[in-house]
Nanobody, 124 residues
Framework: QVQLIESGGGLVQAGGSLRLSCVVSGRTFSTYAMTWFRQAPGKEREFVAAISRNGISTYYADSVKGRFSISRDNAKNTVYLQMNSLKPEDTAVYYC?????????????????WGQGTQVTVSS
C-alpha cells in the first residue's frame, strides 16, 4: 500500500515563504507523476502544480505561476512545493496526490493515492 505524508505547513505572513514536502512510501515513487492540490474553506479543491515522473516537466495553475515551484527527489521518495510571495488567498489545506497514468490531471478521480493534507495559513 502506498502512503503519502505531507509536512511543512504552518502560519506565515503575507509575502513570506513555506516549503511543503510529501514523502511517499514504497519503492515505486518514480513511476508516479505527482501533483499538489489545495482546498480552501467553502471552496472546491483546486489544482496547484504537477511534476512528471522524471522531474523534467512541470505545470502550474495561473494563480501560483512565478511564485510556487514544484520539484521531486526520486532517491528520497519526496515531492516538494516551494511557495514564495504568499498571499492570504493561498490559505488552504494542501494535498499531494500520485498519478500512475498520465500526469497533471485536473480531476481528482485520475489520482491513485492522496495524502492527508497540511494546513497553510497566510495572514495579511
Amino acid at each position: 500500500q502506498v502512503q503519502l505524508i505531507e509536512s511543512g505547513g504552518g502560519l506565515v505572513q503575507a509575502g513570506g515563504s513555506l516549503r511543503l514536502s510529501c514523502v511517499v512510501s514504497g519503492r515505486t515513487f518514480s513511476t508516479y507523476a505527482m501533483t499538489w492540490f489545495r482546498q480552501a474553506p467553502g471552496k472546491e479543491r483546486e489544482f496547484v502544480a504537477a511534476i512528471s515522473r522524471n522531474g523534467i516537466s512541470t505545470y502550474y495553475a495561473d494563480s501560483v505561476k512565478g511564485r510556487f515551484s514544484i520539484s521531486r527527489d526520486n532517491a528520497k521518495n519526496t515531492v516538494y512545493l516551494q511557495m514564495n510571495s504568499l498571499k492570504p488567498e493561498d490559505t488552504a489545506v494542501y494535498y499531494c496526490a500520485a498519478q500512475r497514468t498520465g500526469w497533471a490531471a485536473r480531476s481528482g478521480s485520475e489520482y491513485d493515492y492522496w495524502g492527508q493534507g497540511t494546513q497553510v495559513t497566510v495572514s495579511s
